[in-house]
């Protein structure tokens, strides 16, 4: 695989001579900004080698370095080996960012490529900051994998299905009377959006164009006069037009968005990370155009009364499949013979026997052992290892229902643990724990409260890198923005109807990683004479592993929790299951005592 990642590079690098840069960065995002891309947009993935969710690539003439972030660095360091491309650690004192790293390696006179699609504007302001004193120029081209990509994935094409009102909550019509008034609130007259859930959600409808992810490729142009979704046609089916229609919907090609961009109606607002080809084309064609974070990046978080039904419906399914799961993994044990991957489909065999199940909401990450460390690990056949009877492992994953996703983490013990185990384990429940029972005053914002996670381990000398929490979407991505509980300052105040993960971590290189994870429900709390006060529901139905617990290390707050929450697992999942099951659940969720 070596030497095929240094011929593809070998490959691009003729292209930029025909181009005339020095340079050409590759992002591993699309047009849309999105997280998780099409298999058509992973280029990044195919020149590389190195297959997680973040990174940017950057390639000049003579070296090559690609930047990801702390949840990747033990899986690019593995995926790199041979190729000659350098890992840069993102956010680590001393590591230069692509911009820096290049302003540093290039001469003046050079010049530096990108992609206009799938670059944001922001990208090229970083540069032009940090390379343009030098005498280095930036340069958009066209995109060079459809020249040097064989067998380059197409842009999908699967159908589009309506998600019904029962579902959703709120009509079309409604999102979008509520979007014009935000716009026009911000003194602006019409808005693009480009971020496919955001379309997904305004328009209550699905599709399959990303893995794990029901969103498809468009996008979706309002004003007060209309409204214009930008699609090919082939994806709608005869039942989506008419809806489309009766909600006075026109359809255009979806190439077709950057030409009519230049007539957009009075003050347009556009995303700030909205990609550069059509930033250009709006800010050089518009008579004003506004850069400001669309509205619905927070309308589709704060979930109706309808979506949160839909949760807990989704989270007792979820729940059922994780006990089965978890009583089928112990006997299996006894047998042997399983392995990380047997573990990841076996799991999804039991989500899928439950209704409405739609698939999963991403690559399952089961790490036995020192795989557990890796924080994104995701088993394949050259990696997979079989299950021994001792130590952890980890286990992320979650499902897409019709009626909302989930995404859990446990941490399963398989057999004897050492004390440090125990005690890591211990710490992450801990840190876990903060965050479930933190009542805070309304306006607090997600950055605000991360330490709560981070306090118990920090006071252990340990830290975790990566953010210790994010939202989920309503049978939506499962990453959805933009709360965060994060360290650098994620500005999104918290409401209530808002969805989040609460997962702390432990990870420790060669050994072991331990990670427990529940999606929560942001409620209200009180009302004082301070103001309005929030807390968190837990939406998540599943046993947290009660063996690795060292419950000298728990206050009472926090055991009376863990015994309050499994009763609550208990009385929702039981009439779901059959007596064995029922037996086994009772044990894992009897009360833990000193």
Sequence with gaps: MESEIRKRISALREVMRKEGISAFIVPTTDPHSSEYVAPHWEARKWLTGFTGSAGTAVITLHAAGLWTDSRYFLQATSQLRGSNITLFKE?????????????????AGDTIGLDGWVNQCSLKEEIEHECKTKGITLKVIPDPFDAIWENRPAIPTDPVVLHDLRYTGRSTREKIAQILQAIHENRCDSILLSALDDIAWTLNL??????????????????????VLYINKVKLTPDVLAYLTTNEIEIKPYESVKEDLKNAEGILQIAPNLNLALTLTAVHACREVERITPPTGVFKTVKNAV??????????????????????LEEAMQKGRETECSVDSTLTAFRAEQADFKGIS??????????????????????????????????????????????????????????EEKRDYTLVLKGHLQIQNA??????????????????????????????GHGVGAYLCVHEGPHQLRMNYMPTVLQAGMTLTDEP????????????????????AMETEFGKFLQFEPLTLCPISKEPILVEMLTDEELTW???????????????????????????TSPLTR
């Design 91 to 107: 956010k680590i004192p001393g590591i230069p960012t692509p911009a820096e790293w290049l302003s540093n390696v290039l001469k």
């Design 206 to 227: 699905r599709g399959n164009d990303v893995h794990c992810n029901p969103v498809f490729i468009s996008y979706l142009y309002i004003s007060d006069s209309k409204t």
């Design 307 to 328: 979506e949160i039904e839909g949760f807990h419906n989704a989270m007792r399914k979820d729940g059922v499949a994780m006990v089965k799961f978890l009583i089928w």
């Design 362 to 419: 991403f690559d399952t990450i089961a790490g036995y052992g020192a795989h557990g460390a890796i924080v994104h690990y995701e088993p394949t056949a050259e990696t997979d290892i079989p299950l021994e009877p001792r130590g952890f492992l980890l286990l992320d994953s979650g499902a897409q229902y019709l009626d909302g996703t989930t995404d859990i983490t446990r941490t399963i013990p398989l057999g004897p643990l050492t004390d």
């Design 439 to 468: 009542v805070f005053p309304e306006g607090t914002c997600g950055t605000q409260l991360d330490f709560l996670a981070r306090l118990p381990m920090c006071k252990d000398g340990i830290n975790y890198l990566h953010g210790t």
């Design 505 to 524: 971590g432990i990870y420790k290189p060669n050994r072991h990683g331990v990670r427990i994870e529940n999606t929560l429900l942001i409620v209200p």
């Design 562 to 588: 863990l015994n309050n929450y499994h009763a609550m697992v208990y009385k929702k999942l039981f009439l779901s299951l059959d007596a064995e099951e029922r037996t086994w659940l009772k044990e894992a």
